[in-house]
T-cell receptor, first 111, second 114 residues
Framework: EDQVTQSPEALRLQEGESSSLNCSYT??????LFWYRQDPGKGPEFLFT???AGEEKEKERLKATLTKKESFLHITAPKPEDSATYLC????????????FGRGTSLIVHP | DTGVSQNPRHKITKRGQNVTFRCDPI?????LYWYRQTLGQGPEFLTY????????KSRLLSDRFSAERPKGSFSTLEIQRTEQGDSAMYLC????????????FGQGTRLTVV
């Protein structure tokens, strides 16, 4: 069973059409939830870290929020350059420092 | 540039050959991770170092794979007797600070086994 589930798998938006991506996790003892952006053929680029329910982080058109069992990445008025795969990862308590990734959401923003 | 550096960026090899990849982490980071990523999937954990100690290995990691991090600096990942199924992007990441510190990735090494 996947510990980190991202939805939708793929999302197509028109430029300016706001939407949200979801990341849910099934384990307890969260020691950090991370969002990354990945462009084709490149390594993931770090965006945000969230540690506790109710926390929010913003960067340009992106806003990440966290509840007890899921996180949302809100994209406001997206532009074509926001097209990428967005990955979510969690790090758990209990001694392991290894981030576990979801499969990602592929976002395409049409002009 | 003080980010994570991986070499080579691309590697094409014949089935059965051995390959080695190198990762230079951010200099002050003591934790280093190797991941593998195939098309349409998220990064899949392979192995983890804290300083020079290899603390965890994925159960999925074949015995053809070996990784080292001598002196707690750069790391190498070797794949022996490559198979077509080894074709993937191999990603290295490093982190420092506390348990919740984020990991920063390199640009990856794209391996193609023909």
């Amino acid at each position: 069973e996947d510990q980190v589930t991202q939805s939708p798998e793929a999302l197509r938006l028109q430029e300016g059409e706001s939407s949200s991506l979801n990341c849910s996790y099934t384990v307890s003892g969260l020691r950090g939830l991370f969002w990354y952006r990945q462009d084709p053929g490149k390594g993931p680029e770090f965006l945000f870290t969230l540690y506790s329910a109710g926390e929010e982080k913003e960067k340009e058109r992106l806003k990440a929020t966290l509840t007890k069992k899921e996180s949302f990445l809100h994209i406001t008025a997206p532009k074509p350059e926001d097209s990428a795969t967005y990955l979510c990862a969690v790090r758990l308590s209990g001694g392991s420092y290894i981030p576990t990734f979801g499969r990602g959401t592929s976002l395409i923003v049409h002009p | 540039d003080t980010g994570v550096s991986q070499n080579p960026r691309h590697k094409i090899t014949k089935r059965g050959q051995n390959v080695t990849f190198r990762c230079d982490p951010i200099s002050e980071h003591n934790r280093l991770y190797w991941y593998r990523q195939t098309l349409g999937q998220g990064p899949e954990f392979l192995t983890y170092f804290q300083n020079e100690a290899q603390l965890e290995k994925s159960r999925l990691l074949s015995d053809r794979f070996s990784a080292e991090r001598p002196k707690g600096s750069f790391s190498t990942l070797e794949i022996q007797r490559t198979e077509q199924g080894d074709s993937a992007m191999y990603l290295c990441a490093s982190s420092g600070g506390g348990a919740g510190a984020e990991a920063f990735f390199g640009q990856g090494t794209r391996l193609t086994v023909v």
